[in-house]
């Protein structure tokens, strides 16, 4: 079923690939997602992990209305005629345990395969079962994850000076990742497992999430799309009905007044034919 703007302002896509929200914790930019939510529909959205954070969430309950309105948002968008479908991550690993089942009108699913508008077949799943960390070092994970907490909490100390003198919002901890990235290789190395998983599934691309790095590229032969997060560079894919592939940064602010709010920065627009990395827009 289509789903049919209500305004110019919002536009309109075949599917949204959406991941790494983390609701529960204090870093997730809920109300970026829910200006985002307002301005985009689709008639499929993909979930694809760590939309709820279960680790946060047990250590230190945190649950504002605001991530009450991203489910709420959700949910009306699947009782309108949107197709919902929620691939669990690591964060949320306790949906594991019901794949096929309905919530609301959401389907759980573990990995789905995506045929898209030209016709390509992507697999679509998180990705942390190929972060060696994840899987054979649990203990190393967590501690990577308070560190991370560290970063975020610094992120928005750094925010809300800028804001205070009207900068655009920037991201330290997003910054901090990029410089270390070519030390521990972890990014490239991730990619081109994912990509092989894909080849080896008989899919000409893959998209995931898990590592917080949005980029749109190419790596031998298998189209690579990961949907980046919503708790540092707030960013999604968006796959147009020609199957044109879109990597979206969205900084809107949703409790900002309207003449305040910049217009969406679209990062990339890439045609499926030419394969374009999002870090070099």
Partial sequence: MTVTPASPDIRHFRTLFISDVHLGSRAAKAGFLIDFLRHHEAETIVLVGDIVDGWRLKRNWYWPQAFNDVTQKLLRK????????YIPGNHDEFLRDFPGMHFGGVEVAERIIHEAADGRRYLVLHGDEFDVVVRHARIVAYLGDWAYDAAIAINV????????????YWSFSSWAKQQVKTAVNFIGEFQKVVAEEARRNGADGVICGHIHHAVITEIDGIRYINSGDWVESCTAIAEH?????????????????????PVSRRELAVDVREPVDAEAA
Avoid at 78 to 85: L, M, N
């Fill in 78 to 85: 699947a009782r309108k005629g949107t197709r919902i479908i």
């Fill in 157 to 168: 100390v750094f925010a809300a000076i800028r804001r205070k003198l009207g900068l655009p």
């Fill in 241 to 261: 009905h020609d199957g044109t592939m879109e990597l979206i940064t969205w900084q809107r602010m949703a409790s900002a007044p309207v003449e305040m709010l």
